[in-house]
């Protein structure tokens, strides 16, 4: 089994969620007491979360970067960044280590084209949704993608940071969710992804028909293939 690298504490309260789904995914897998191999280093999401919102993102990818290089050292034999936001300093967090990077935006584009999806919806933070960095990478694989209008993800992104982030799951936050999403469906969206991994904590395959794409747990399911192989 190879060594996992896993960034965290962007929240922590959805790096726990990614601690539970590698460790059932190796379990499932491998059955008896195996539990994942996970090399992890846990920043702190405050200082992270003021130099986003500050637009000073070199300085977010410098942190990574020296948490990956400590990973790294750690023994992992392949990097997680633990949130879709931070995947904007992706590039830059590879180019300071030495093992591969499992991006999240490919192995949710993988998921999409294995289910046959050509158009979906994207919720996350306003950065994921705004810029390039994640739906660039998507769109380069041949995957359409539509986001909300500007009033509605300026709704998501506060959800997130105010309440997700937080560790706040309301029930009226997630009807607006549904909303936003239903939207999306009737512009054509095939299905939408989660492309916060809190999202997964407010709006589960339970709440709505609507197809959902919970990237946190595709990024797991990927580690776990990858851990194995």
Known sequence: MKTIGLLGGMSWESTQTYYQALNEGIKAELGGFHSARIAMFSVDFAEIEALQHQGLWQE?????????????????????IGTNTMHKVAEQVEAGIGIPLLHIADATAAR???????????????????????????????????????????????IIYQELCQGQVLNESRARYLDV??????QGAQGVILGCTEIGMLVKAEHTDIPLYDTTAIHAEAAVKLALS
């Open 112 to 158: 999409l084209k294995q289910n046959g999806l050509s158009k979906v919806g994207l919720l996350g933070t306003r950065f994921t949704m705004e810029q390039m960095f994640y739906r660039g990478r998507l769109e380069q694989q041949g995957i359409e993608v539509l986001v909300p209008s500007a009033e509605r993800q300026t709704l998501v992104h506060d």
């Open 181 to 186: 999403m239903e939207a999306l469906v009737e």
């Open 60 to 80: 977010t990818g410098d942190i990574l970067t020296r948490a990956a290089q400590g990973v790294e050292a750690a023994g992992a034999d392949f990097l997680m």
